[in-house]
């Protein structure tokens, strides 16, 4: 069946009162933004309150309702008949036509449900859904009525043309990006770090990414990895923006200088400060991190209270109280997960020491730290300026 439009249903958006058409505008920015990749023509535009997809000449249907679906704020995305207006007696055919074509099997209860947006049009909504109602059942005696529980709910709205529709693709969910500020998110080659900026973008934050690399310790396949990750995320989130920092001169300064069984979490530490430099220096808000308690060790409670003492900026940790199970399900459901385990070390597993502890105090990490004076100011300010930008977009 040939579809002409998409109708987008939104749901937060809905309840933003005078400033609805911010969020709007960013929704239809995103839509866009979504469909870049996709062949076919397409119109994205504001009419009444709602959102639509016009599609002119052939265009993918399945390729374009996968698009829709990574762009956070749609609920509901309706694939819509455009006929022209006419008289109660041509809707009626319309309509009938509508159904006979979409559904092979007529055995099932329904309900019209008309909006006459175009005010000028003879007839009114309880009128329309009397006619198409009556029409419907003399073209299929096998389908009933049911205003109340339907199994088909058909819609008909009157406005410059007239659109049909009856079925609604879920939507992700969530808020338009940007509408909700920037964060920073550390990005690994792991399972969590996609899941968590995927997570924290779909309520409306756009995502910068820092990766860090330690050359000859990782390969240069790893950094590969790390730039598909964004990449698969950017398909939600929008373009990111990644820095790729080179961390070797400073895990191996670590790795001198300070007790081995404290070596993740300085590291992390070090690791908090430098993306916090680059999130201060794009007026990002906060940070965002893959961490879920006690997975590790370096995510126990007091770790975690170890890493955040050196932030002045919000940590967000939106797999937080997340069992792993969980956050796979995300990932493939977000297509990250397959990519996320190929064999690659990022530069944390490197130096993973044997037995790392596990309740850090942070007077004694702080008094570790004081054995890096002579050069770690040096060493991070090199690691700041040699910084390599990426950006990431979907489909590059």
């Given at each position: 069946?040939?579809f002409?439009?998409?109708l987008?249903?939104?749901?937060?958006?809905?309840?933003?009162?005078?400033?609805?058409?911010?969020?709007?505008?960013?929704?239809?920015?995103?839509?866009?933004?979504?469909?870049?990749?996709?062949?076919?023509?397409f119109?994205?535009?504001?009419?009444?309150?709602?959102?639509?997809?016009?599609?002119?000449?052939?265009?993918?249907?399945?390729?374009?309702?996968?698009?829709?679906?990574?762009?956070?704020?749609?609920v509901?995305?309706?694939?819509?008949?455009?006929?022209?207006?006419?008289?109660l007696?041509?809707?009626?055919?319309?309509?009938?036509?509508?159904?006979?074509?979409?559904?092979?099997?007529?055995?099932?209860?329904?309900?019209?449900?008309?909006?006459?947006?175009k005010?000028?049009?003879?007839?009114?909504?309880?009128?329309?859904?009397?006619?198409?109602?009556?029409?419907?059942?003399?073209?299929?005696?096998?389908?009933?009525?049911?205003?109340?529980?339907?199994?088909?709910?058909?819609?008909?709205?009157?406005?410059?043309?007239?659109y049909?529709?009856?079925?609604?693709?879920?939507?992700?969910?969530?808020?338009?990006?940007?509408?909700?500020?920037?964060?920073?998110?550390?990005?690994?080659?792991?399972?969590?770090?996609?899941?968590?900026?995927?997570?924290?973008?779909?309520?409306?934050?756009?995502?910068?990414?820092?990766?860090?690399?330690?050359?000859?310790?990782?390969?240069?396949?790893?950094k590969?990895?790390?730039?598909?990750?964004?990449?698969?995320v950017?398909?939600?989130?929008?373009?990111?923006?990644?820095?790729?920092?080179?961390?070797?001169?400073?895990q191996?300064?670590?790795?001198?200088?300070c007790?081995?069984?404290?070596?993740?979490?300085?590291?992390?530490?070090?690791m908090?400060?430098?993306a916090?430099?680059?999130?201060?220096?794009?007026?990002?808000?906060?940070?965002?991190?893959?961490?879920?308690?006690?997975?590790?060790?370096?995510?126990?409670?007091?770790?975690?209270?170890?890493?955040?003492?050196?932030?002045?900026?919000?940590?967000?940790?939106?797999?937080?109280?997340?069992?792993?199970?969980?956050?796979?399900?995300?990932?493939?459901?977000?297509?990250?997960?397959?990519?996320?385990?190929?064999?690659?070390?990022?530069?944390?597993?490197?130096?993973?020491?044997?037995?790392?502890?596990?309740?850090?105090?942070?007077?004694?990490?702080e008094?570790?730290?004081?054995?890096?004076?002579?050069?770690?100011?040096?060493?991070?300010?090199?690691?700041?300026?040699?910084?390599?930008i990426?950006?990431?977009?979907?489909?590059?």
């Amino acid at each position: 069946m040939k579809f002409h439009s998409f109708l987008i249903k939104y749901g937060e958006i809905g309840i933003k009162g005078k400033n609805r058409y911010i969020f709007e505008d960013a929704l239809v920015r995103q839509i866009r933004y979504a469909l870049q990749g996709v062949d076919g023509e397409f119109l994205v535009h504001k009419c009444h309150g709602r959102v639509y997809v016009d599609c002119d000449g052939d265009y993918d249907f399945d390729e374009t309702v996968e698009s829709l679906q990574k762009v956070f704020g749609i609920v509901g995305i309706c694939p819509v008949v455009r006929v022209p207006v006419a008289e109660l007696a041509q809707l009626r055919k319309d309509v009938v036509a509508y159904v006979d074509e979409a559904y092979e099997e007529k055995n099932m209860t329904f309900k019209v449900d008309a909006r006459r947006a175009k005010k000028s049009y003879p007839a009114n909504s309880m009128e329309i859904n009397c006619e198409v109602g009556e029409a419907i059942l003399e073209a299929f005696p096998e389908m009933k009525v049911d205003v109340h529980k339907p199994e088909l709910r058909i819609n008909v709205e009157i406005r410059e043309e007239v659109y049909i529709y009856s079925r609604i693709i879920p939507g992700p969910g969530g808020m338009p990006i940007g509408t909700n500020g920037s964060a920073m998110l550390l990005l690994s080659g792991g399972i969590d770090s996609p899941v968590a900026g995927y997570m924290v973008s779909k309520r409306g934050v756009e995502l910068e990414a820092t990766y860090f690399h330690a050359p000859p310790y990782t390969s240069e396949r790893a950094k590969e990895k790390v730039v598909d990750l964004a990449r698969l995320v950017s398909a939600y989130s929008g373009p990111i923006k990644l820095h790729v920092v080179n961390f070797t001169d400073i895990q191996l300064y670590i790795y001198e200088k300070c007790p081995h069984d404290e070596l993740t979490i300085i590291m992390r530490r070090y690791m908090m400060k430098i993306a916090e430099h680059f999130a201060k220096k794009d007026g990002c808000l906060g940070l965002i991190t893959g961490e879920s308690i006690g997975q590790v060790a370096s995510q126990t409670m007091q770790s975690l209270a170890a890493t955040n003492a050196v932030c002045t900026l919000p940590v967000y940790r939106p797999l937080i109280g997340f069992d792993k199970k969980d956050i796979v399900e995300i990932s493939e459901k977000i297509n990250t997960y397959e990519t996320s385990i190929q064999p690659f070390e990022d530069c944390c597993t490197i130096f993973v020491a044997k037995h790392p502890v596990t309740k850090p105090n942070i007077e004694r990490i702080e008094k570790s730290e004081l054995n890096l004076a002579e050069k770690i100011d040096e060493l991070m300010q090199t690691a700041i300026d040699t910084v390599e930008i990426i950006e990431v977009k979907q489909g590059e």
